[in-house]
């Protein structure tokens, strides 16, 4: 076949029809072809806009796969509205405003395409279309991938979007395509979008990833269905439910998110089965108001890489957890709000940071037959009116089993707490609650600790082997039926204002004995490093103060605030050794200001300021725990108070790192709680001044203002360290060292070609500093992966090293 030329071959039976015939356009060739008849086009670009009106079957010609290329200069290259066959062809769409492939009728099938448009949409099946597609790629950074409207449908298989501007695969009006073993990547928006009532995904062996939305959302009374899929490394949410929506996941994995894993509200309801939740920021599962629910069976949610609870339930919405695990996590379970309710079943939590379960501000919890292990509070109640009941439940290596608080009253029944550091069961500040079959063994303090003024209720509970004493009363004792002790511990625990125990193992004082500490027990260390700095766990070795300020100097850039670091540490260390010889110190001020944009290093110089502080003995720990304007400000009077103080409480010992502080006291503040985390803060930092060390950090011109909104702020932070931008040599070392680190090493020409490209990248108000270099890395690793691939033999050099061809291209 000569180029440029289309052979159709003819099926039918007609005598006046030749069975062959050569034209020299596509349209000629559509014209002549009838149903059934195949269209074999020769390699060549065409000019043409085409409509597929027949069951034909249209194709490039054998060996010619992607040298078939349909690109008019605008319109929409490729239009089906006929059950025809479309195969091995280039389709490139030069019309913004048009789709560069529509089907808009029949059963089609579309077979190894390449799709590539900077356009509305790549490939769009509207109305009663129901196509077939196989083997099809997508390319459009302009727009959406794959739309499906209007109540199309369609199969969709082995098929990729490799890039959209927007959602990679947008469903709307009452729409119900399938997808399996597909990849969507790289989009603007969401992965998967579906949205409007009647509109329906299903999605079987798919993998979204590299999104700059969330992985999957569905709103707006749509509904979606996951199968054995993979939604992973995110910018926004991993899933986002909204309005009504539903969606069901079976054996899908959520991972490497930085926000919340799946966040749902608005009425949404998702049915999550042998699904895991893992390496998320924010919460694993976010489920917020009435008539929103989440029930999940056999399910795993670990390794939480931020500070924010695993479960999150509140405005009167409901979690239900059947046979699932929870592990690795700051807290394990936040449930708030009246209305509000979970429902744990046959579960573990385990390796839980903080607390296991909590329940405030009017909210309900059932636990029946659960496993808390690893945990500083088990359970905890926290004030009036929340409740529930714990049934049936195994508490181990907790420091305290269950607190209730402040008018909680749940009832726990046949509960079994072993080996508390602290108390088994504590009870204080007007709490309530009703002990039914009850036990406690093993205690490093008491069974059961009830304060004055609680109207709590014990029966048939039985403690064993408690180092302080069975039971420890305040003068209001509670009411007890057939409560047992064994009584070990109990002479011990006597000072000589307490008297005698009785048969029963009862301890009566008039003043609290020194079991645990004020209203609420201290919360045990981190058995983990804390998430965003990595400091050692109690106990281990600490590092001199000289190798930290090594690993300082390791750090590319940042010259000046390595002397400021350097000046600060020269000061208490002296100080340190003046106090020793007997002579006067002078006052250091600990608590910092950083300044600068995002990416500057900020996180790290803090958490090796605490290691350094920790070397010098100024710190107990030294470890870093970072909060936000999220981790402080609650959504009630009164809870902002409370978040401070616990975040305060996590950092004793080390130092408490406030990035963004400044959006604790928006300019047009109003009735916002921030200023009330800031006042809280403030007295604590005053009634705590050798515990923690704060450091607060954002943007220069809004830290500026920060600290003139409260008078006590500024004379608290009085020394501000500045941390600049990178320049572009600085980006380049930053992006060898991660080279370096994971055994890649840059070819010849790549320095200089990445430091062009650093300088002529875009530095808006979102530019990232080092987070853009690690990025930039990880984006020629792929691209780099790429094109190893394509090669039949590697050498250890192809595999190693990094071109200026691997450079991704500029924003």
């Not at 149903?35 to 409509?51: F, K, S």
């Not at 107990?620 to 616990?646: F, K, M, N, P």
Request: charged content about 25%; aromatic content about 4%.
């Amino acid at each position: 076949m000569a180029q440029g030329t289309v052979q159709v071959t003819h099926t039918g039976t007609s005598r006046w029809r030749r069975r062959t015939g050569e034209y020299a356009s596509l349209a000629a060739a559509l014209e002549a072809a009838g149903d059934g008849d195949v269209l074999t086009i020769a390699p060549g670009t065409y000019r043409e806009n085409l409509v597929l009106r027949r069951a034909v079957t249209l194709r490039g010609a054998d060996g010619a796969a992607g040298a078939v290329r349909i690109a008019p200069a605008d319109g929409v290259p490729l239009t089906v509205r006929a059950s025809a066959t479309v195969q091995d062809l280039y389709v490139e769409g030069q019309d913004t405003a048009a789709p560069a492939l529509l089907v808009e009728d029949g059963t089609p099938e579309l077979l190894d395409l390449r799709i590539v448009t900077r356009s509305a949409s790549g490939l769009e099946v509207r109305g009663a279309a129901r196509p077939t597609v196989r083997r099809c790629t997508v390319d459009n950074p302009a727009g959406v991938g794959i739309g499906v409207l209007d109540g199309a449908g369609g199969v969709f298989e082995e098929c990729e979007v490799v890039s959209a501007g927007q959602s990679g695969v947008t469903v709307r009006g009452g729409a119900h395509p399938r997808l399996e073993q597909c990849r969507v990547h790289h989009t603007g928006g969401a992965g998967f979008s579906v949205t409007g009532e009647g509109s329906g995904l299903e999605a079987i062996g798919c993998e979204v990833y590299e999104t700059k939305g969330s992985g999957v959302q569905v709103s707006s009374r749509a509904a979606a269905h996951l199968t054995d899929s993979q939604v992973h490394r995110t910018s926004a949410d991993g899933i986002t439910l909204d309005t009504d929506a539903v969606l069901t996941l079976s054996d899908c994995d959520i991972h490497d998110v930085p926000e919340n894993a799946v966040d749902l509200r608005s009425r949404a309801v998702l049915t999550l089965t042998r699904s895991t939740v893992r390496r998320f920021g924010r919460n694993g599962l976010s489920v917020w108001d009435p008539g929103t629910r989440v029930d999940a069976n056999q399910c795993e949610i670990h390794d939480s890489t931020g500070d924010y609870p695993a479960v999150w339930v509140s405005d009167g919405a409901t979690a239900v957890l059947d046979a699932c695990r929870v592990h690795d996590v700051p807290d394990a379970l936040f449930v708030l709000d009246r209305g509000s309710r979970v429902d744990v079943v046959d579960s573990d939590l385990g390796q839980v940071r903080n607390t296991a379960v909590s329940v405030s501000d009017g909210a309900t919890a059932q636990l029946d037959d659960c496993r808390i292990r690893e945990a500083s509070t088990g359970a905890w109640f926290r004030d009036h009116g929340s409740g529930g009941t714990l049934n049936g439940c195994t508490m181990d290596a907790v420091q305290t089993g269950v607190i209730v608080t402040k008018g909680a009253d749940p009832t726990v029944e046949r509960c079994t707490v072993i080996s508390p550091a602290e108390a088994g069961f504590y009870v204080s500040a007007e709490g309530r609650g009703t002990f039914h079959g009850c036990r406690v063994t093993g205690s490093g303090g008491y069974g059961f600790h009830v304060m004055d003024g609680c109207r709590t209720t014990l029966r048939r509970c039985r403690t064993e082997r408690c180092a302080r004493g069975g039971y420890e009363f305040g003068e209001d004792r509670p009411v007890m039926e057939d409560c047992t002790s064994d009584e070990s511990g109990l002479t011990a625990a006597h000072a000589p204002s307490v008297p005698a125990a009785t048969a029963a193992g009862v301890v009566t004082a008039t003043q609290p004995a020194g079991g645990l500490l004020g209203s609420v027990p201290a919360q045990a260390p981190d058995r983990t490093p804390a998430a965003a700095g990595g400091a050692a766990p109690a106990g281990a070795p600490a590092r001199g103060s000289q190798e930290v300020l090594g690993e300082l100097d390791a750090l590319v850039g940042l010259d000046s605030v390595k002397r400021e670091v350097r000046t600060l540490t020269n000061m208490i260390e002296v100080g340190r050794k003046r106090q020793e010889a007997g002579l006067k110190a002078a006052s250091v001020r600990r608590h910092l200001v950083f300044t600068g944009s995002p990416g500057t290093g900020k996180t790290t110089v803090a958490r090796l300021y605490g290691e350094i502080l920790a070397s010098l003995g100024v710190l107990e720990r030294g470890h870093l725990v970072e909060v936000s304007r999220v981790d402080l400000v609650g959504e009630h009077i009164g809870s902002t108070a409370i978040r401070t103080q616990e975040a305060f409480d996590r950092a004793r010992g080390g130092v408490l790192f406030i990035d963004e502080a400044y959006a604790l006291a928006p300019e047009d503040s109003g009735r916002d709680f921030g200023r009330e985390a800031i006042d809280t803060l403030v007295k604590l930092m005053e009634d705590h001044r050798d515990a923690v060390v704060v450091i607060v950090a954002g943007y220069t011109a809004e830290m500026e203002r920060f600290l003139t909104v409260n008078p006590g702020v500024a004379s608290r932070f009085s020394r501000t360290i500045a941390f600049p931008d990178y320049a572009p040599a600085e980006l380049v070392r930053i992006v060898e060292q991660q080279a370096e680190e994971h055994e890649y090493r840059l070819g010849t020409g790549t320095g200089e070609a990445l430091l062009k490209y650093f300088t002529e990248l875009p530095k808006g108000p979102g530019f990232g500093n080092g987070r853009t270099a690690r990025q930039t890395f990880e984006s020629m690793v792929e691209r780099h992966a790429g094109r190893v691939a394509e090669l039949t033999e590697v050498s250890t050099d192809d595999l190693s090293l990094l071109y200026p061809e691997d450079l991704p291209e500029l924003p």
